[in-house]
């Protein structure tokens, strides 16, 4: 399964979604189903749960794509722009629990951040 984050041309929001294997994407945001994440952050931090209610969406459209029906909320991908997966928020990194640097500044370095 490959998950995305994706706009149509026309929009500013972002919207969650997977690559079928005809190439189309699923909108999942369209998708009226309880427990749909309404994103891949979301995904991620509602785990199994989230995840499963994706995957169940996708194996029902790729089952309609089987039996050669056309999958509603599917869109080409050449429709739509992929954005990052997610965009983070602060950074926050700690320089001198590099052994080299701590002794590069004289310091014998503390052993954890």
């Known amino acids: 399964m490959r998950l ?12 969650f979604g997977a690559i079928l294997s005809n190439g189309q994407v699923l909108d999942l945001t369209g998708l009226d189903r309880h427990g749909m994440p309404v994103s891949l952050l979301g995904c991620i931090q509602e785990g199994p749960a989230a995840l499963a209610v994706v ?8 089952a309609t794509l089987k039996a050669g029906g056309a999958v509603a909320g599917a869109v080409a991908y050449a429709d739509v722009t992929v954005q990052l997966p997610y965009v983070p928020g602060k950074v926050v990194a700690v320089g001198r629990n590099y052994g ?14």
Do not use: W
Not at 55 to 62: C, F, G, H, I, T
Not at 100 to 113: C, N, Q, S
């Open 55 to 62: 995957r169940s969406a996708v194996e029902e459209a790729e």
């Open 4 to 15: 995305l984050t994706f706009r149509f041309p026309t929009s500013v929001s972002d919207r």
């Open 100 to 113: 080299e640097h701590a002794a590069e500044v004289g310091d014998a370095g503390t052993g954890t951040p």
